[in-house]
């Protein structure tokens, strides 16, 4: 879940190879997506997890935390690397990186080896989403903002995709904790020979010292306030991003009864499919049009969660769901648009960092304390306390684009 409008590469003419740039531009997309897909993989297996180590929901969103964390200090250590030693040597760690992630959830026999493959996982793809970003940008046709708009659909469609199969996989095929991480590592696979054959378009190198320099986040000069004002689309938007992914199964299984991985799997794949196809077909629109429209079918979305919740049924949760994950996607995508917009060419990557700080930490601090709040008081108080919290946030989203300047 990231832009590709936060990366600005320094890089030469394209080096030969056997991809061209439109197949490695669409090859890109597809990684990025195959990364997205991994993310989500795991949620429709947290209940099979719990069930079988006999952990509490609180521990269930620091799996969830630990892998947000991991994508945020490989954002701001690594942020830049491939601008500076090349796409494909980054993209080569994070996938030898992804497919050992992958490996130990596999075979893992606890949930300590679950928290470190979903801390490995975060690493491999915050590495990885540097470079992709950058080569979307390298590959994109010129004089057009494609890369950023498959940025955002191929994360939006990878989460979607890779939460529905897997509850499928877990539902139906034997071997529901492995099978799905097997199939994910063979995609990893044949995705190496892919990064090897296309170009390398970052041809200037720099020393490893400076290289491996953390970027340190800033706030754009002066801008401190419409910072923070126009932040809360960060935190409404990954708020609800963050308890789908870790609580979201849950809620949706207690409500539906038959099939319940499928179902768990389908709670996350509704949200992120739905704001993936909102990006793809309403791309075009301006940002602050864009998070006026998102902001109230975001507030319809968690209206119908928190009846659902209150025991309307199943109907009516996946309806607003996938009303929410419409609002998602536009509030999503405008709000990433007017903060980059802040930033000055020659700050923009202190910038890009604390965007990242911001959304990481809206994704994984109110997933921990809504993990605590629901082993305390139950996943119904849980789930009120998190669409009335959402609720306020995406209130001062959308007033925020009325502000003036």
Known sequence: MTTTELVQPRSGPLTRAALSRPASFWFIGGLYALFLMASTAPSPMYSIYQQRWH?????????FAVYAVLIL?????????????????????????????????????????????????????????????????????????????????AAGLGMALGSLLAGALVQFVPGPTLTSYLLLIL??????????????????????????????????????????????????????????????PSVAKG??????????????????????????????????RAVRVGAPLMLAGLAGVAAAALGQGASVFFVGSAVLGTGWGLVFMGGFRMLTGLASPEHRAGTAALIYVVAYLSASVPSVALGFLSTAYGLTAATLVFTATAAVFVTVAALSTFARR
């Open 55 to 63: 952990f509490t929901t609180t521990v269930l969103t620091e799996v």
């Open 73 to 153: 200090l490989a954002l701001v250590l690594f942020g830049s690397l491939s601008d500076h030693i090349g796409r494909r040597p980054v993209l080569l760690t994070g996938l030898v990186l992804e497919i050992a992630s992958m490996l130990v959830l596999a075979i893992a026999p606890s949930v300590g080896w679950l928290l470190v493959g979903r801390a490995l996982q975060g690493l491999a793809t915050g590495i990885a989403t540097s470079a992709i970003s950058g080569a979307l940008l390298d590959f994109q046709r010129p004089g057009t903002n494609r890369g950023s708009l498959i940025n955002g659909v």
């Open 187 to 248: 995609g990893f696979l044949l995705a190496i020979p892919g990064v090897l054959l296309m170009p390398e378009p970052v041809t200037h190198r720099s020393a490893l010292r400076e290289v491996l320099r953390p970027q340190r986040p800033t706030v754009p000069a002066g801008k401190g306030a419409a910072f923070a004002l126009m932040a809360t689309t960060l935190l409404a938007s990954w708020i609800v991003g963050g308890m789908f992914m870790s609580l979201g």
């Open 255 to 288: 409500l539906v009864s038959g099939n319940p991985y499928l179902v768990g799997g389908l709670a996350v794949a509704v949200l992120a499919g739905f704001g993936g196809l909102a990006q793809l077909l309403l791309g075009g629109w301006e940002a602050r």
